[in-house]
């Protein structure tokens, strides 16, 4: 009995130790996102996520970087290798919980990003219906999700958006039963993100773009304006300012 009770004691020890090494990690990785230095932070998100592989918040965070990372690549090869990867940690996410709303939304978000780097437009019309069903049901789990707000907004704008080519392909491909795409729906939907997320940089500048879409100036530039006077935090954070200006400039 006294033998079992110390290697129960040392395994606790043991546990223990393993868990204030992971949350250090966690820690690192945090300040190494406050520095913009992405790369870094995934490797260490992505040892995380190998020693403890049922933590969705870091497999959610795998799935983020490396699509955000990989936007940013200029070769194709190399966003469709990050791509891939986010794909792989979307599916464990979906494997440990397929209710989950942050799961289904970074499931939402790899088609997004698959469907940007295809070229056959079957392919690229059949990745974006799988991005809006997963993002649907994101929502419905958690309608307060901010990023699965954010998604579903964004596939709305980005249908209307289409040229006439792929507009016509996708009546082809699906008819009626592709959901219909609706400027006001974008905005509504983006709209709830920003009140979730108010620091969310990208999410302005799609919203801003949904009312320029709309015919609606005042609030395009006044979206903008919000969102130049933003904090910069993350790596993409100072790009997307910058065409915030650019539209803002053309606008005035």
């Not at 006294?2 to 966690?26: E, V």
């Not at 891939?84 to 978000?109: F, P, V």
């Not at 289409?162 to 008819?175: D, R, S, V």
Request: aromatic content about 8%; proline content about 2%; charged content about 25%.
């Amino acid at each position: 009995m006294k033998k079992l009770m110390i290697m129960c004691a040392l395994l606790l020890a043991l546990f223990a130790q393993a868990q204030t090494g992971i949350t250090n990690q966690l820690q690192q990785a945090n300040t190494l996102l406050k520095q913009f230095k992405e790369p870094e932070a995934l490797a260490i998100y992505q040892q995380v996520a190998a020693l403890q592989d049922t933590n969705m918040a870091v497999l959610v965070k795998c799935v983020e970087l490396n699509c955000s990372i990989g936007t940013r690549q200029a070769d194709k090869d190399a966003k469709s290798g990050y791509f891939y990867i986010a794909k792989q940690y979307a599916d464990k996410a979906m494997a440990l919980d397929s209710n989950n709303s942050d799961a289904l939304y970074s499931q939402a978000l790899t088609y997004a990003k698959l469907a940007s780097i295809e070229d056959e437009n079957k392919k690229i019309i059949e990745k974006v219906k799988i991005m809006k069903s997963y993002a649907d049901r994101a929502v419905r789990a958690n309608p307060n999700n901010a990023m699965a707000n954010h998604i579903e907004g964004k596939w709305h704008y980005e249908l209307l958006s289409l040229n006439w080519f792929k507009k016509a392909a996708l009546k082809t491909f699906y008819g009626k039963g592709l959901a219909t795409p609706d400027i006001d729906s974008a905005i509504t939907y983006m709209e709830k993100c920003r009140a979730l997320s108010p620091y969310f940089v990208l999410n302005y500048l799609d919203l801003a773009k949904a009312y320029g879409l709309k015919n609606r100036p005042a609030q395009e530039i006044d979206i903008l304006n919000k969102m130049v006077k933003l904090p910069t935090r993350t790596a993409d954070d100072a790009a997307l300012k910058e065409e915030g200006r650019k539209m803002l400039s053309d606008l005035q």
